[in-house]
């Protein structure tokens, strides 16, 4: 069984149905362990990944030793003068320690996910499909930690200051209890490198031809609404300052996957035998209209009502003249 785990010892375009199942079960096998000694990693160093975690609440309290101290406002006196973390439960130091425990795992195993997930879909793909796989997965982990250090480094600071603003002016004291403090990070985290995947999910779809380069660029008023929402829905405060950044970042991800996809679908069509834009399958074949319009056309007839034929006078019928000698004609 470990030896599975560790190597294959037949080929994936040799497996049947069933293997190609078990091959995949083996892949979700080596994630989650993979992900689960990152959270074994974390609770055995529990005491220098809190540590870690509590960086943004220390870049709140004290601007000046962030690396974004330019992005940041100058903190209230009540977020300053704020003691250590609190929890009431036991459960609750049980809550930090997973919530830490799990912002490890997932980091450690992104990089083995998609390795597997690149793979196992690769023997599906031509020469040339998989020649691009390996820029795929870089590009999709390097846009991952990319939104993961701006949730990081500015997005968690930010709200925090924002959160003991609104606090203050409502005079109100808020305790800060430690088990949502760091479900707060790890989340905000998490969920902004997801939403930077998106692009990469575009020009897939535009691989695929779901949807056409075109078509998306013509829609560019919706996509941009639709990412307010979505930025307004990840951040905790949807206050203007993330928004617009957040929105003007995703936006511009948004027209390179465009730009990326157009090039993409082109170089497709064009090894296949197909027209180089999908737009031109639509438009009809100009070769055959010139050949019908080259045939000379008959001349449409008037038609012919029966009150035009019944107001024309009838002619009479012409006779042939009397043959001479004959004496009929008198009569």
């Known amino acids: 069984m470990l030896s599975t785990l560790i190597r294959r010892n037949k080929s994936r375009s040799e497996m049947s149905f069933l293997e190609h199942l078990d091959d995949l079960r083996i892949s979700l096998i080596r994630v989650v362990t993979v992900f689960a000694i990152g959270m074994v990693t974390a609770l055995v160093f529990y005491r220098e990944t809190p540590a870690l975690l509590n960086m943004p609440l220390e870049w709140a309290k004290h601007p000046e030793t962030s690396p974004l101290a330019f992005a940041l406002s100058q903190p209230g006196e009540g977020l300053i003068n704020m003691g250590e973390l609190k929890e009431f439960t036991f459960m609750g130091v049980w809550k930090v320690l997973m919530y830490a425990g799990f912002g490890v795992g997932v980091a450690v195993a992104s990089p083995v996910f998609l390795y597997e997930t690149a793979r196992f879909v690769g023997p599906a793909l031509t020469d040339r499909e998989k020649s691009g796989l390996v820029p795929f997965c870089g590009a999709a982990l390097i846009l991952f930690l990319m939104g993961a250090a701006l949730a990081f480094y500015w997005l968690s600071p930010m709200s925090i200051q924002i959160w003991q603003h609104f606090a203050e002016g409502m005079k109100m004291?808020?305790?800060?209890?430690?088990?949502?403090?760091?479900?707060?990070?790890?989340?905000?985290?998490?969920l902004t490198g997801l939403t930077f995947q998106f692009p990469l999910a575009l020009i897939v779809l535009m691989w695929l031809e779901l949807v056409r380069p075109k078509t998306l660029l013509k829609s560019w008023r919706g996509m941009l609404v639709s990412i307010m929402l979505l930025v307004a829905l990840i951040t905790p405060i949807a206050e203007p300052v993330s928004l617009i950044v957040m929105t003007s970042v995703l936006f511009g991800f948004y027209l390179a996957a465009v730009a990326v996809g157009t090039v993409i679908v082109r170089r497709k069509r064009v090894a296949r035998g197909d027209k180089p834009d999908p737009e031109d399958d639509d438009l009809p074949d100009v070769e055959d209209d010139s050949s019908y319009q080259d045939e000379p056309r008959p001349k449409p007839r008037k038609p012919v009502t029966p009150s035009d034929s019944s107001s024309a006078p009838a002619k009479p019928k012409s006779t042939p003249p009397p043959a001479e000698g004959d004496l009929s004609s008198l009569d």
Do not use: P, R
């Open 173 to 190: 004291e808020v305790t800060w209890q430690a088990s949502d403090y760091y479900a707060f990070v790890v989340m905000m985290c998490l």
